[in-house]
């Protein structure tokens, strides 16, 4: 069998993984010890102290990080493929049929005549039949 190769551009799906920063809000309470004073008028006099104290406060950070994300693009690539090819070739051949031909040949034939007393004769007569015979002939290329 002959075959021909035949190739044709058909798009491709390519994925690759990224990696894309992702951030978001998170909210935490951030506490630190610091100190107080206190103070207080002993005997007309101001007496000041400092006092260990946890100082708090809502804090707001931003939390980070790396996700991989699918990526696909189309990409366009060639694919091939062996068709066959069909040769046509024209041969030669006999084409034959029946052909009808008529044949004939004389047979005898009794006839009756209506005579004082009955008399038989033999009178010839022409019976036909059909005989077939096979006929050929070339049939023309195309």
Known sequence: M???????QVPREVCH?????????VQSRECKQTKESICSYVGGKQVCSYVPAMQCADVTKEHCEDVPEKMCSSVPSM???DVPRYITEYKMEKQCYQKMKEVCTKVPNMVC???EREVKKAVPREECKTEYHEQCHQVPEM
């Open 17 to 25: 993984s990224v990696l894309r920063r992702k951030c978001q809000p």
């Open 2 to 8: 002959i075959t021909d190769r035949v190739c044709q």
């Open 79 to 81: 694919e091939c493929g």
């Open 113 to 115: 005549k209506d005579v």
